[in-house]
């Protein structure tokens, strides 16, 4: 399989004369299974036209901050939501500065701000810019917020001059990409969630469910496919594409996601179950529709197996982390959970607000440990599960680097 098979690499274009390489990245990034999307600034289309990079990548050229074909006239953050890894090459000296300093005045420094997805750059200027005390604190400041760097490499130059500031050739650039996505705090670690709601049939035609729409499960498979590990998806009914590098399997019952989970639990290190398992299910199931007779309808319901808590008992035992999705006192029903249940972590949300609650692209969640509660993470599902994710690998891992916020191990 292509090493960036699946991955969305939205690539930025800026102004330089190393902009004619990017056609060819365009098409190398392809090659090794990438969606690519490209966004030019408009010094970028001086040195190489949108057509090329459209007719290149098979999908449409972004060059508007204010787009009216946009969805919502928001395409940045379209964009920002969409891309798995952002690569600038050529990022030039002006807009590394940009971007620095917070400014947002085009459509590729405004997604730069706005997207959750990591950033590589691959600077390229002339020698004397590159080496500049200006330059040089830019990417000191770029690179303390995270951003990474390919690059420059050193050589003749453009304008003459020989010396670093050279971009990068294609194949090290597709190589930088790739790496993005390689040895995350979670490699080698097998990570088996469950998502989505469940439904159980009351005859061939009805059945008792809820509205969970996998949004925030799904997410948190993505997030531990990006942080390295081997991850295995155990989908109720929902209609989301399957996250790049995740294994997926699909149930509709409650009693289905049991046997899915539990034949697969002594493979794997950590248990997610994010999914919203219906607590009962009907004793009998109708062979036939169930015709309107009367005023009322009586139903006999039974409870179905208990999910999180079979994984919690297993021995040998995954890290189990448990969700507690609740309409009222959040953190006493969560705490009550993580110990009925001996779970390692709870994450609590309250579904009742409609902001972030069911079918949102938004969160709003607490950790719940038995050392106590960490401060609240929100914001997209995307970028709540990468601080989730984040978290668990730090307990799995007290070694790798404690994420901001972080109850004590």
Not at 25 to 49: H, K, N, Q, S, Y
Not at 139 to 157: D, M, N, Y
Not at 224 to 251: K, Q
């Amino acid at each position: 399989m292509p090493h960036l098979a699946h991955k969305q690499v939205l690539l930025g274009i800026t102004g330089g004369i190393a902009a004619y390489k990017s056609a060819e990245l365009v098409r190398r990034l392809r090659d090794a299974g990438a969606t690519v999307r490209v966004v030019m600034t408009p010094a970028a289309c001086e040195f190489i036209t949108p057509l090329t990079l459209q007719a290149l990548s098979g999908q449409p050229v972004h060059l508007d901050l204010l787009d009216p074909a946009a969805e919502a006239a928001m395409g940045h953050i379209e964009l920002a939501r969409w891309a798995d890894v952002v690569l600038v090459a050529p990022a030039s000296a002006d807009f590394m500065a940009r971007v620095a300093a917070g400014i947002a005045d085009d459509l590729l420094s405004t997604l730069c701000l706005a997207t959750q997805a990591p950033l590589l750059f691959a600077p390229a200027m002339n020698q004397a810019m590159w080496s500049n005390a200006a330059t040089q604190q830019n990417l000191k400041t770029l690179a303390s917020r995270g951003v990474r760097f390919a690059g420059p490499a050193e050589g003749a130059q453009a304008c003459g001059d020989t010396g670093p500031g050279r971009m990068l050739e294609v194949p090290d650039l597709v190589s930088a990409a790739i790496g993005v996505f390689a040895g995350g705090p979670l490699t080698g670690v097998r990570v088996m969630l469950t998502a989505g709601p469940t439904r159980e049939a009351i005859d061939p035609v009805r059945y008792i469910s809820n509205s969970s729409s996998g949004k925030m499960g799904f997410a948190l498979a993505a997030a531990a496919a990006e942080a390295g590990a081997n991850v295995t998806l155990v989908a109720g009914p929902v209609s989301l594409p399957t996250p790049a590098g995740v294994s997926r399997i699909d149930v509709v019952t409650a009693a289905e996601m049991h046997t899915a989970v539990m034949t697969r639990v002594a493979d794997c290190d950590v248990f997610i179950g994010c999914a919203a398992v219906a607590d009962y299910r009907a004793a009998d199931i109708a062979p036939q529709k169930i015709k309107k007779t009367g005023e009322t309808l009586a139903l006999h319901l039974v409870r179905n197996p208990d999910i999180i808590a079979a994984v919690a008992a297993h021995r040998p035992r995954p890290f189990t982390v448990g969700f507690a999705a609740e309409t009222n006192d959040l953190l006493v029903h969560a705490r009550q959970k993580l110990e009925r249940k001996g779970l390692d972590l709870v994450i609590a949300n309250d579904v009742s607000r409609s902001d972030i609650g069911f079918g949102s692209d938004h969160n709003e969640v607490q950790v719940v440990s038995i050392r106590g509660e960490r401060a609240p993470l929100a914001g997209t599902k995307r970028a709540v599960a990468r601080a989730l994710i984040a978290e668990i690998s730090h307990r799995l891992r007290p070694d790798a680097a404690q994420p901001a916020g972080a109850l004590p191990t």
